[in-house]
């Protein structure tokens, strides 16, 4: 493309939810994480590497017979508070938090098996508050 020369309408995208293609073979729990895989497809978090966490699943999706991209869910970014697998305490606000599972955060990437989640912003008797930008 080349330099504008004259005004541009450029579209703009209001909101912090937005709609992902599910991979196939794959189901997702409301309130879970969402993570994309290697192919772009949104998949329930697990412990793997090569994962972009986006948020949490705004509802239940079952794709389970269907190929890539047959369903999609919403998902929403924001800070949400998830499960401590028991390492992350307040001395990690302003760390990285690392998937455990679609539903639980460590304070490590478990010697290289974790893809990040987000940014922890507080801790709680009840969990871990995790931001996804």
């Not at 499960?83 to 955060?105: F, L, P, W």
């Amino acid at each position: 493309m080349t330099a504008l020369t004259q005004d541009r309408n450029t579209p703009q995208r209001f909101g912090d939810t937005f709609n992902h293609p599910v991979a196939a073979s794959s189901v997702i729990f409301a309130g879970s994480i969402v993570v994309l895989n290697a192919a772009g497809d949104a998949v329930a978090a697990s412990t793997a590497t090569g994962l972009k966490a986006v948020g949490r699943a705004e509802q239940y999706i079952d794709n389970s017979g269907g190929a890539a991209g047959d369903k999609a869910v919403d998902v929403r970014k924001g800070t949400f508070r998830f499960e401590n697998d028991g390492s992350i305490d307040r001395t990690d606000i302003e760390a990285t938090a690392y998937i455990v599972d679609d539903q639980t955060v460590a304070n490590t990437d478990g010697t290289g098996t974790r893809s990040a989640a987000g940014k922890i912003v507080d801790v709680d008797a009840d969990g871990v508050w995790v931001k996804f930008t």
